[in-house]
C-alpha cells in the first residue's frame, strides 16, 4: 500500500496522544491533591512517574523493534495507553494511579519512536524533513491545546481528563486496519537489539545529534517550568495567563515548523540547528533583563522558534544518519534521551534557582544553548554531505 497524507495525519495524531499523556494533566494537578488524599508536594509524581517510565520502557521497547514489523509494537502501544488511561479515572488513591501512569508509560514509549521509525522509511530527503515537521507542528499545537482540553474537561471532575486516553482505543483499530506497514523485509535481522544500537554511538555524528536532543529538552523543560516562576515573582501572574505567555513559544515552533522544508533550501540542516540553539541562547538570556511583561511574550516567540527549528532537525537527521538495520533502536535511545532531559532539568534547575535564584537559571541555561549553537558550527564538517 502506497504511504499517503491519510498515513502520515495518523502518525501525527499519534505524537499528539504522546505529546498529551503529561501535558494534558498539568492544569488539573492542584484538584488532584484532596480527592486523592495527598501533599501538594507528592502529587507531581503523576508526571515524574510517566516520564520515567516512559524513559526506561522507551528503550526496553528499543531492544526488539528492529526485528518486528512496525503495526505489532505501534498498536499494542495505544492499547496500553487508552487502557490504563481510562483504569485511571476510576483510581480513588494516589498508589494506584501512580501504578497506571507507571504502565501507561509503557505505551506511550513506543508511540513516538515508531511515528519517528515510521517516517523515516516511507520518506527520504526534503520529504522525510516535512514530514518531521508536520509532526513537530502537531506536538507544538498539542503544547497549546492539551492544558486547555485537561482543564476543560477538568470542570466536570478531577478524573475525567483521564477519559481522553480512551481516544486512543478505537484509533488503534483505525492504525491496525489502515496505516501500512513500512518495515523492509529484506534488511539484516538487528538479532543484539539494543547493543547494536548503542553500537552505532560509535559514529560521532549520531551521539553527537541525542547529545543535541538532551540538550533541547532540557533547554525547553528550564524554560517551560521557571518562566511561569518569574511572571508570578516579579509580575503577579497567575497559572491562566502564564499560560497564555507560554503559548507564544507555542505559536512560534507551529509557524517555523510548518515551514521547516522552505528553510532547508536556504540552509543545510546543521546549520539550521546552529541557527536554532543561538535564537535559544538569545532569548533566555535576555529574560534575565526583563523589568516588564511585554519583552517576555516576545523573547517567548524568539525561544519558540529557535526550539522548533532546532527540534525538528534533529528529529530529521538523526532518522537520517541511523543505519536502517538498528533504526528503530536508535531513535528509541534518542527519545528516551528526551525524557531524561525533561527529568533533570526541574531537578538541576530546582537546586541552582533554591540557592542561587532565577537569574542563575536563565543565565546557566542560555550559556548552554550559546555553547550548544558554537558547538555545532566547530563540527559541521562532520555533516557536510546532509
Known amino acids: 500500500m502506497k504511504f499517503r497524507k491519510s498515513h502520515l495525519l495518523l502518525l501525527c495524531v499519534t505524537a499528539f496522544f504522546a ?10 494537578l492542584p484538584d488532584m491533591v484532596v480527592p486523592l488524599d ?8 503523576v508526571i515524574s512517574v510517566y516520564t520515567i517510565s516512559t524513559a526506561i520502557f522507551t528503550l526496553i521497547i528499543g531492544h526488539f523493534v528492529d526485528r518486528l514489523d512496525r503495526k505489532k509494537v505501534l498498536v499494542p502501544c495505544l492499547l496500553i495507553y487508552g487502557l490504563m488511561g481510562l483504569a485511571s479515572f476510576f483510581a480513588t488513591d494516589l498508589q494506584t494511579l501512580l501504578i497506571l501512569r507507571l504502565l501507561q508509560g509503557m505505551g506511550v514509549a513506543g508511540m513516538m519512536s515508531l511515528a519517528m521509525l515510521i517516517i523515516g522509511e516511507a520518506y527520504s530527503g526534503s520529504e522525510r524533513l516535512h514530514a518531521m515537521g508536520r509532526v513537530s507542528t502537531t506536538i507544538a499545537i498539542g503544547i497549546i491545546a492539551a492544558p486547555l482540553i485537561g482543564g476543560g474537561l477538568a470542570i466536570a471532575g478531577w478524573n475525567y481528563p483521564f477519559l481522553f486516553y480512551a481516544l486512543s482505543l478505537p484509533f488503534a483499530v483505525i492504525m491496525f486496519f489502515h496505516l501500512p506497514e513500512t518495515r523492509l ?77 522552505r528553510i532547508a533550501t536556504k540552509f543545510e540542516m546543521i546549520s539550521m540547528i546552529g541557527i536554532g540553539f543561538l535564537l535559544v541562547s538569545v532569548a533566555i538570556l535576555l529574560l534575565t533583563q526583563v523589568n516588564s511583561v511585554l519583552p517576555v511574550f516576545a523573547l517567548m516567540f524568539i525561544f519558540g522558534c529557535g526550539y522548533g527549528l532546532s527540534q525538528t532537525v534533529i528529529d530529521g537527521m538523526i532518522v537520517h544518519i541511523s543505519p536502517p538495520q538498528v533504526r528503530g533502536g536508535v531513535l528509541s535511545i534518542h527519545n528516551s534521551t528526551k525524557y531524561v532531559g525533561m527529568s533533570l532539568s526541574p531537578a538541576l534547575m530546582g537546586m541552582v534557582y533554591f540557592y542561587f535564584g532565577l537569574q542563575t537559571v536563565f543565565l546557566l541555561a542560555g550559556l548552554l544553548a550559546l555553547f550548544a549553537g558554537i558547538s555545532v558550527y566547530m563540527v559541521r564538517e562532520w555533516f557536510v554531505d546532509i
Do not use: C
Open 185 to 261: 523485509q529484506n534488511l539484516e535481522i538487528n538479532k543484539r537489539g539494543l547493543l547494536d544500537a548503542f553500537g552505532a554511538m560509535r559514529d560521532f555524528r549520531v551521539a553527537y545529534t541525542i547529545f543535541l536532543v538532551f540538550v533541547t529538552f532540557f533547554l525547553l523543560y528550564s524554560v517551560v517550568v521557571y518562566v511561569p516562576f518569574m511572571l508570578k515573582e516579579y509580575f503577579g501572574y497567575t497559572a491562566d495567563k502564564s499560560g497564555i505567555v507560554l503559548a507564544f513559544q507555542g505559536i512560534a515552533v507551529i509557524i517555523v515548523a510548518s515551514n521547516v522544508r
Open 38 to 45: 495527598t501533599t501538594s508536594h507528592e502529587i507531581g509524581l
Open 19 to 28: 505529546m498529551a499523556g503529561g501535558a494534558i494533566l498539568a492544569p488539573v
